[in-house]
């Protein structure tokens, strides 16, 4: 029985799969996760407020302080931002969230951080092919 010939089609070692599956979990990791980018606030007064060009700075009271975090997602380019409006009633402990988060998708992020995504993985991709085929070719 004559052999057939095997068809050409594209194949990469089972190793070079492995490392594949790791660089790739590394790379959804940093596009997914959510990072605290910025906490802006000032505090507001309940009572007398002192005048501030009188005394140079207000004296600080009772009172709520209120601000706004940005948490980012996305590596190497900020993909997504989520705003929210934070309150902190009489400075204690609790902190209040208003709202749902406003959220902000960058089109133009999204596809250069895919862009560089697949950059990374086809890196990984022929450095790993080669390695084997210098250590096939050294054998």
């Known amino acids: 029985m004559p052999e057939t ?21 590394g790379i959804i990791w940093a596009n997914v996760s959510e990072r605290l980018r910025r906490v802006d ?21 009772d009172g709520n302080w209120t601000g706004g975090k940005k948490y980012v997602r996305g590596w190497p380019c900020e993909a997504m931002q989520s705003l929210t409006l934070v309150e902190d009633y009489n400075l ?3 902190i209040w969230t208003r709202g749902r988060a406003a959220r902000y998708w960058h089109a133009s992020a999204v596809v250069v951080n895919a862009c ?6 086809f890196t990984a991709l022929f450095s790993c092919e080669w390695l084997i085929v210098v250590a096939r070719k050294g054998a």
């Open 5 to 25: 010939a095997r068809r050409k089609r594209f194949q990469i070692h089972l190793s070079t799969a492995v490392v594949m599956m790791f660089v790739s979990g």
């Open 41 to 61: 606030g000032d505090k507001g007064f309940q009572g007398d407020y002192f005048n501030k060009a009188e005394y140079g700075s207000p004296i600080l009271g």
């Open 92 to 94: 204690s402990a609790r």
């Open 116 to 121: 560089i995504a697949l950059a990374i993985l």
